[in-house]
């Protein structure tokens, strides 16, 4: 008798430790923000050396049609949605409705609440205006626009104010159960180029650092949990590792190390495209590891795409030399000419974009699904 007794209590307490720790995992996976949900699979396709691809704009217009529901290039072309969808805020901060290339915010919003529930990931970068002369992300009428935003009260205020909308719409990305959606979040991108009055030349390496550290602070404040930081250099001043690293904002800022790295049309373009990939892909890379970063090939594509195997015969092998989360590609514009970064209908790539969609490393949306 006193042996069954012992027996059941050490099954009722057996029973009850199994439900205690149980219930401790169940709280801990729920206790997750949406952020580290999205950055624990980023770091499962590294892990499994598998590639996420991503498209700009991908669902709200193609090379020859626009606004036509859950249309998509790449999933007439390929038979799938891309894994990441990349959409861009520009204009946000001016109160607008639609974003700098005429797409609507409610779009955007929608478009993502359908991207996450199809299992995909989606990413946001932002082409602002310019804080000091009003002009857009280029104007760089003001040569030294990031020192002197930075450096003015009234000028930080303001950026305060547009990057809480950001935060504010990003905040608000919530799926039919109301939770939060993540998306990765690309912010100041390319600042090694000069191009944008945030880039290279415009401010020092401390205004560009106090730049993200804004940007943060702002976000925490209003308790953004949904955001995986992606840090983006471009090619452009990136020779070594160094110059990679030059402004980087620091690991509490950053989650994934980027690279945009272009294809273009010029003489001897494969050595080209392949030294610029070694140098800042390379970099980014290396950052990835030393830092316990994710890596990601953020921006990449080739203007117009006057080729018939770019995918399998240029991008491909990249993929297999640099271990990336993920690689996104820019825009199919129907009204800017020559702007369209992947195969569609009736083009001479669409069996190659095919291969590049089967074979073993890519990952599209319903195989992000299951990631
Ligand atoms: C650029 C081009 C522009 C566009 C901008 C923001 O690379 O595609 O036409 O306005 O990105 O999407």
């Not at 199994?18 to 997750?32: F, I, L, N, R, Y």
């Amino acid at each position: 008798m006193k042996r069954i007794l012992i027996t059941i209590a050490i099954g009722v307490a057996a029973m009850s430790l199994c439900a205690c720790v149980g219930g401790k995992k169940a709280e801990a996976a729920d206790s997750k923000t949406p952020a580290e949900i999205m950055l624990a699979r980023l770091q499962k396709l590294q892990q499994d050396s598998l590639t996420a691809f991503g498209h700009h704009d991908d669902t709200a217009y193609g090379r020859y049609w626009e606004y036509m529901p859950d249309s998509s290039d790449v999933k007439t072309v390929s038979g799938d949605y891309p894994a990441v969808m990349n959409w861009d805020l520009g204009w946000i901060e001016t109160g607008a409705d639609k974003q700098l290339d005429g797409v609507p915010f409610e779009f955007i919003k929608a478009e993502i609440v359908k991207q996450d529930a199809r299992g995909g990931m989606n990413a946001l970068s932002w082409h602002l205006r310019n804080p000091l002369t009003g002009g857009d992300s280029w104007d760089n009428a003001n040569d030294s626009t990031l020192a002197v935003v930075m450096r003015d009260k009234a000028m930080t205020d303001t950026l305060r104010k547009w990057i809480g909308m950001t935060a504010d719409f990003i905040g608000d990305l919530r799926d039919k159960d109301g939770k939060r959606i993540p998306v990765m979040w690309r912010p100041w991108h390319e600042h090694t180029g000069e191009w944008f009055w945030w880039g290279i030349n415009h401010g020092s390496a401390d205004d560009y650092k106090n730049l993200w550290k804004l940007t943060r602070e702002v976000f925490d404040a209003k308790g953004i949990d949904n955001v995986v930081w992606v840090y983006s250099p471009d090619k452009s001043n990136v020779n070594s590792y160094e110059d990679y690293m030059d402004r980087y904002p620091g690991d509490n800022y950053v989650d994934v190390m980027g690279a945009d790295v272009y294809y273009f049309d010029e003489p001897d373009a494969d050595r080209i495209f392949a030294d610029r990939i070694d140098k800042t892909l390379g970099a980014a890379v290396k950052a990835a590891k030393e830092h316990g970063k994710v890596a990601a090939f953020s921006e990449t594509g080739f203007e117009g795409l006057p080729s018939s195997d770019w995918y399998m015969t240029r991008l491909m092998p990249v993929l297999n030399k640099y271990n990336v989360a993920f690689v996104t590609v820019w825009r199919n514009s129907n009204t800017k000419p020559n702007h369209w970064y992947t195969p569609y209908p009736g083009h001479p790539g669409v069996k190659d974009f095919k291969e590049f969609h089967d074979n073993g490393k890519t990952v599209f949306c319903k195989e992000m699904s299951e990631i």
